[in-house]
């Protein structure tokens, strides 16, 4: 009678983010070794009175801090990063890797909540590659989102290849000219992935969203026909808008003002 062993699985623990809008927070767990994707925060509902932000419970990750290797950032939205200088002050990561855009965002926010030694911080590229603990290679994969400098990710595992979209809007004309990389994707797809997690808002409704680029016509329009000044809103996090705003005002010879903390600290 021969004695069957066990062979390591990989865990899959989504702490936020599931059916719901914010704190999206994913662990990856392979041989005592976690990798974290993501930190978000979500945002208080109508009955949360005097809250002002919400985070998952970290409870699992406070008491198995010493497994933890490693962080993956997405991109630089709040849902996604918010919530990491939080989780810093109870416990240590390794180094976080992500895109520019998010980096600079985070280092920002570190420094603000004085926690900015309790982590590495590290940029990386598009189709770069880096070794997370022994049994992670994490694998970034340019796509196009509402927020500039966004990836997909691919996690080879010892089991199989997990690829993760982050949150993406499929846009064939970017403002910036970064391309869904949907070469590197199809390559996956034909090597074989053990796991697709995949998510982007109202996927479910039929159709498709315009690109960004499609804004410009009707802004450039109504900024040359307005007498006087301009207000313009939008999200601090929209690069690619404000990159937008910023064109036409120089075409037109109007000068801008910045109004916001945020908005300074992304232009800025």
């Known amino acids: 009678m021969t004695k069957q062993t066990s062979k390591p699985a990989l865990k899959i623990i989504p702490l936020g983010g599931l059916h719901e809008i914010g704190k999206n ?3 990856f767990e392979f041989n005592d070794e976690i990798l974290l994707l993501d930190a978000g925060i979500g945002f208080p509902n109508d009955e949360m009175h005097g809250i002002n932000i919400v ?10 801090r010493h497994k933890i290797k490693g962080m993956i950032v997405t991109h630089g939205h ?17 180094v976080i890797y992500g895109p520019r855009l998010a980096m600079a965002l985070l280092q920002g926010k570190l420094e603000e909540a004085g926690v900015a030694d309790h982590t590495e911080l590290k940029p990386v590229m598009p189709r770069e590659t880096v070794h997370i603990g022994s049994s992670f290679l994490v694998e970034f994969i340019r796509n196009t ?3 500039a400098d966004s990836f997909t990710i691919a996690i ?12 993406f809007k499929v846009d064939h004309t970017p403002v910036d ?3 869904f990389d949907f070469q590197t994707l199809a390559e996956h797809g034909e090597k074989g992935v053990l ?23 009707n802004l450039e329009r109504a900024i040359a026909q307005a007498q006087g000044r301009v207000l313009v809103t939008t999200f601090a996090s929209s690069v690619h808008r404000i990159s ?5 005002a120089q075409k037109q010879n109007r000068k801008v003002a910045i109004v916001g903390r945020s908005m300074l600290n992304v232009i800025a």
């Open 55 to 64: 985070l998952p419970d970290m409870t699992y990750l406070r008491e198995n």
């Open 25 to 27: 927070t994913c662990v």
């Open 78 to 94: 709040e849902d996604h990063i918010g919530g990491i200088p939080y989780h810093l002050k109870q416990f240590d990561i390794p």
């Open 156 to 167: 080879h595992t010892p089991v199989g290849v997990i690829i993760h979209t982050g949150d």
């Open 145 to 147: 989102h509402s927020i």
């Open 195 to 217: 796991c697709l997690m995949s998510d982007s808002t109202n996927a479910e409704v039929p159709g498709h969203t315009p690109s960004e680029r499609s804004v410009y016509p």
């Open 177 to 179: 000219g970064e391309f």
């Open 244 to 248: 937008i705003v910023l064109d036409i």
